[in-house]
């Protein structure tokens, strides 16, 4: 049995990704990692009378690899970035074809469930991992989210959009506490651009938690 760990980040290897491959890596389990902005596929079809005897979604598109792993694993790493208070489009289609497996036999309860999400400040912690349990539990029926890892980068995409300096919108400009003189004055710097392995507190909550996976 494997572990299978999925991202729903659209930036390759950061640090959403890299949070859930550590994780799978340091377990020192079997594991399957995928990164969903890398595949094409639909949110769910609503199409139960295909899904409902096997619990395996037929739909040919690139998930459908991905069912029967995910049905037989040991457990499931899920990361996911908060984009503008949710997770991203492509963890929220991926969560609607979980529905198949809520059908006759329910497979994925009591299925061991770790969550990786990213923001950009600890202001949304609560409210973003709440949210984003409740969808993985209500999909599965009856998944057991085991713990969750929150990284805030303070890292807004105003640092690299071109307007940063300008907008009085963004990220930046509430960090900056609105202020427009601040604006004018900030400098951006290598520095500003935030890792998870350089955060003490979200390393040792990666090791903890690749512990725990390694001992299921």
Request: hydrophobic share 35%.
């Amino acid at each position: 049995m494997t572990i299978v760990g999925i991202s729903g980040s659209p930036i390759l290897n950061g640090n959403t990704d890299r949070m859930v491959k550590a994780l799978l890596e340091q377990s020192d389990q079997d594991h399957v990692f995928v990164n969903l902005s890398t595949l094409r596929y639909d949110p769910c079809r609503a199409c139960a009378h295909l899904c409902a005897k096997t619990n395996l979604c037929p739909v040919d598109d690139d998930l459908e690899p991905y069912f029967e792993p995910i049905m037989n694993a040991k457990a499931l790493v899920l990361g996911t970035p908060i984009h503008g208070g949710h997770i991203t489009g492509w963890m929220y289609s991926f969560a609607t074809r979980l529905s198949c497996f809520s059908h006759v036999r329910h497979p994925l309860e009591d299925k061991p469930v770790l969550l990786v999400v990213t923001g950009l400040t600890r202001e949304g912690e609560s409210r973003s991992v709440q949210r984003f349990t409740e969808n993985v539990r209500a999909q599965s029926r009856g998944a057991r989210v085991i713990g969750h890892i929150y990284y805030a980068s303070y890292t807004p995409p105003c640092y690299t959009c071109g307007m940063g300096k300008v907008c009085q919108v963004g990220g930046l400009w509430s960090m900056l506490g609105r202020s427009q003189e601040r604006l004018q004055a900030f400098e951006l710097t290598p520095e500003l651009f935030k890792r998870w392995e350089d955060c003490p507190e979200t390393a040792k909550k990666v090791s903890r938690y690749a512990r725990t996976l390694s001992g299921l």
